[in-house]
């Protein structure tokens, strides 16, 4: 079956690194836009960052822009999200998805299950 499962979550201070991961499996990543959520409590969720299959252009929030980088590797089926820099604003379940469609005109057709991030001293 389709599926996308994010790891590498976790409990982190403000000012620290964390590096998200989005493997896939069921089909192959490379024709896909793949897409970075996050949903606080009480929050709608936000679109994060965003990179393109074949081109590799990618998009990222205003809140994350400089502070994040998403990234893919084909050959393990997996797309990244670098975060440094956290902020307790970036506590959140972030999720990946996955689009046919590129990402200026996503159709995200797969959601994995979320991975926690919580920023907190």
């Known amino acids: 079956q389709l599926q996308l499962v994010e790891s590498g979550g976790g409990l982190v201070q403000p000012g620290g690194s964390l590096r998200l991961s989005c493997a896939a499996s069921g089909f192959t990543l490379d024709n896909y836009a793949i897409g970075w959520f996050r949903q606080a409590p009480g929050k709608e969720s936000e679109g994060v960052s965003c990179?393109?299959?074949?081109?590799?252009?990618?998009y990222y929030a205003d809140s994350v822009k400089g502070r994040f980088t998403i990234s893919r590797d084909n050959a393990k089926n997996t797309v990244y999200l670098q975060m440094n820099s956290l902020k307790p604003e970036d506590t959140a379940v972030y999720y990946c998805?996955?689009?046919?469609?590129?990402?200026?005109?996503?159709?995200?057709?797969?959601w994995g299950q979320g991975t926690q991030v919580t920023v907190s001293s």
């Open positions: 998805a996955a689009s046919m469609t590129p990402c200026y005109r996503p159709r995200y057709a797969y």
């Open positions: 990179i393109s299959s074949s081109d590799s252009n990618t």
